[in-house]
């Protein structure tokens, strides 16, 4: 039966699968005021596709039907489609050159302000968390972890995570440059990780989609890590005026690894600290 419920995307001409993606993602921003339309093709159509699979719907139209009578149904595609795919201490040398180059440029501040574009389940926040606190920054530094839907943000603000996730990161946390241990920083309650109240003391979680909301802040860092390449070039450089008004004078931007800004009209606008890493400081 799960072989037959298989949405035969191959068999069906591109030009009529194309229809059905315009109008689902018609439907929903109308539905619900999310658009993806400008997101890249290639990843949303697989991911719409999956979503259809997961729903047990032989053709997008079909999802799209249940997609608009039924939010639940909708929670689960947008979850599908949001970049959710994350690991505390991702890319661990982009944690370990932001410690060796760029807090001490944030000593001098008296009070610093973070902001985490899609934080989705908050990996990437809490291994920042971690890295503050251990460069002395953590107690003058406000977080703020957003998200385009509610359901990542909710468990983020957690700060839970399964015990195995946490051990099998502790050796990401020492190629980050960890001074301790990982698990000196969080408890262990019913068979989860949960990190430690001083961690989360300062990160604020909220809602927020950099493809259509305005700058809420100004920041001394922006982590906009793995994100940007699901956008379309339109879309990219919607996000990146929205990062680089955001943007205190001397702020630095993270992207992800084999991220950067050449070919964007933001190139001069930034200085390379740390190319390979995606590290860059605002100079206008």
């Avoid at 040398?93 to 501040?109: D, E, I, Q, W």
């Avoid at 301790?180 to 990780?193: F, I, K, M, N």
């Avoid at 390449?229 to 702020?251: C, M, Q, W």
Wanted: net charge positive; with cysteine; hydrophobic share 40%.
């Amino acid at each position: 039966m799960a072989a037959e419920m298989l949405y035969l995307a191959a068999k069906r001409p591109a030009a009529l699968e194309e229809i059905e993606i315009v109008l689902l993602l018609e439907g929903i921003l109308r539905r619900y005021g999310f658009d993806f339309r400008d997101y890249a093709r290639s990843s949303l159509r697989r991911r719409l596709l999956e979503c259809a699979r997961g729903e047990k719907v032989r053709t997008l139209s079909g999802l799209q039907e249940k997609v608009l009578h039924d939010p639940e149904v909708f929670d689960r595609l947008i979850t599908a489609i949001s970049v959710n795919v994350t690991t505390l201490f991702r890319n661990p040398t982009f944690y370990r050159t932001f410690r060796s180059k760029v807090a001490p440029l944030m000593r001098g501040n008296r009070r610093l302000r973070v902001w985490h574009v899609a934080c989705a389940t908050g990996e990437e926040v809490y291994s920042m968390a971690v890295t503050l606190h251990e460069e002395g920054l953590s107690a003058r530094t406000q977080v703020y972890a957003t998200d385009i839907h509610e359901a990542p943000i909710v468990k983020a603000a957690q700060g839970s995570f399964s015990l195995a996730r946490l051990q099998a990161a502790e050796l990401s946390y020492k190629a980050a440059g960890g001074k301790a241990r990982l698990s000196d920083y969080y408890t262990v309650e019913g068979g989860q990780g949960v990190f430690r109240p001083e961690l989360r003391r300062n990160i604020v979680f909220a809602s927020h989609n950099p493809t259509t909301d305005a700058s809420f802040n100004e920041f001394d860092a922006i982590l906009c890590r793995n994100v940007l390449p699901y956008f379309n070039e339109r879309l990219k450089g919607r996000v990146h005026r929205l990062i680089y008004d955001s943007l205190a004078r001397t702020g630095f931007l993270g992207l992800g690894r084999g991220e950067d800004l050449r070919l964007t009209p933001f190139e001069p606008r930034y200085a390379v600290v740390d190319g390979a890493n995606g590290l860059f400081q605002k100079l206008r």
